[in-house]
């Protein structure tokens, strides 16, 4: 869905690709989802982990995740995946991270950042995982230009 809303440069996505995590997670299966959407051109799929992206600093103006940095058992990885995410922004670039658990200490690292305008708010029922007792919670921010 965020790839329907590029209108000039490229989607990425980033994951390590491990079906053992994800029913049916290929990239292969990634890139079909793609092309049926109509947004094959305008995507690029890597292979990498989240708390060591493998892109330069100031690479992106979005960087989304979505429900992916709980998966992350470790809280010190967890923490480095979001100081990589805040990394490869560029300056003025918007970040969400949709998740179900840990959005708070997400939201205050990116506090301890410096990154402004964050917010968290909850996503309502359809974006339960699994029932009301693990709700997803998006946290957003921007980073400050220059």
């Known amino acids: 869905m965020a790839a329907e809303l590029v209108a000039n440069g490229q989607a990425v996505g980033l994951d390590l690709w491990r079906s053992g995590d994800q029913s049916g997670n290929t990239q292969q299966a990634a890139r079909r989802n793609a092309d049926r959407e109509s947004v094959g051109s305008r995507v690029r799929f890597e292979s990498g982990d989240m708390s060591a992206k493998p892109f330069p600093d100031a690479s992106f103006d979005l ?26 922004l560029k300056p003025g670039g918007r970040l969400a991270i949709a998740d179900f658990r840990a ?7 990116l506090r301890e950042l ?10 309502g029922w359809r974006m339960w995982y699994g029932g009301p007792w693990a709700a997803t919670t998006l946290v957003t921010a921007t980073k400050a230009k220059g």
């Open 63 to 88: 960087v989304l995740s979505s429900l992916a940095i709980h998966n992350i058992e470790d809280a010190a990885a967890r923490q480095k995946a979001i100081d990589e995410a805040v990394r490869v």
């Open 114 to 123: 410096g990154i402004k305008d964050v917010e968290r708010r909850g996503l």
């Open 103 to 109: 959005t708070a200490g997400y939201a205050s690292r």
